[in-house]
Antibody
Framework: EVQLLESGGGLVQPGGSLRLSCTASGFTFSSYAVNWVRQAPGKGLEWVSVITGSGASTYYADSVKGRFTISRDNSKNTLYLQMNSLTAEDTAVYYC???????????????????WGQGTMVTVSS | HSALTQPASVSGSPGQSITISCTGTSSDVGGYNYVSWYQQHPGKAPKLMIYDVSNRPSGVSNRFSGSKSGNTASLTISGLQADDEADYYCSSYTSSSTYVFGTGTKVTVL
């Protein structure tokens, strides 16, 4: 069964840092891009970042660029999100989401997020 | 890229059809055939319903269909059922090699 399991969420003070992890199973991890998507309490979905299957390319939403870093360790089937300079606006459930292809907008399509983890809550508060 | 525009709510009676619109720009929805739709029940992770504008993943009911015209994509749910009551989000690839979600639509089954 294809699964994603996030961990690392918690309470952090404004200006602090946190690293999220997402462990994958049931598929060839390196063959797919992976995304982070977040959802603030009572709000809609916000795409955060994507990393290609090889890890060579990364892309970020403007709201997190320069503060968040996405990375992956294909030998451990694990995705990471290093979050620095956190503010209250970063409070959200963070989901990792498997991409449909090895890179975004791949020729051949399936440019979507077919598999999601259960999410991990990040609360930024003093 | 600003969030794609969706109606806040749409409702229908069981058995009816409803359509949810998703309006963007030529830099996202209008520029690529990479629009997807997600269903989210309260407290649950989103579920992919449509990808690449009009394709259904394996296991998704054929009551769900997608289309696009210009800068607006649409999700139609036919034969509305009680379990279809949920929040629905569209998403699109953008010219910045990023993704943007819609504002979300709450579907109510009357």
């Amino acid at each position: 069964e294809v699964q994603l399991l996030e961990s690392g969420g918690g309470l952090v003070q404004p200006g602090g840092s946190l690293r999220l992890s997402c462990t994958a199973s049931g598929f060839t991890f390196s063959s797919y891009a992976v995304n982070w998507v977040r959802q603030a309490p009572g709000k809609g979905l916000e795409w955060v970042s994507v990393i290609t299957g090889s890890g060579a390319s990364t892309y970020y939403a403007d709201s997190v660029k320069g503060r968040f870093t996405i990375s992956r360790d294909n030998s451990k089937n694990t995705l990471y999100l290093q979050m620095n300079s956190l503010t209250a606006e970063d409070t959200a459930v963070y989901y990792c989401a498997k991409h449909g292809a090895v890179v975004p907008a791949a020729i051949g399509g399936y440019d979507a997020f077919p598999i999601w983890g259960q999410g991990t809550m990040v609360t930024v508060s003093s | 890229h600003s969030a794609l525009t969706q109606p806040a709510s749409v409702s229908g009676s069981p058995g009816q059809s409803i359509t949810i619109s998703c309006t963007g720009t030529s830099s996202d929805v209008g520029g690529y055939n990479y629009v997807s739709w997600y269903q989210q029940h309260p407290g649950k992770a989103p579920k992919l319903m449509i990808y690449d504008v009009s394709n259904r993943p394996s296991g998704v009911s054929n009551r769900f269909s997608g289309s696009k015209s210009g800068n607006t994509a649409s999700l139609t749910i036919s034969g509305l059922q009680a379990d279809d009551e949920a929040d629905y989000y569209c998403s699109s690839y953008t010219s910045s090699s990023t993704y943007v979600f819609g504002t979300g639509t709450k579907v109510t089954v009357l």
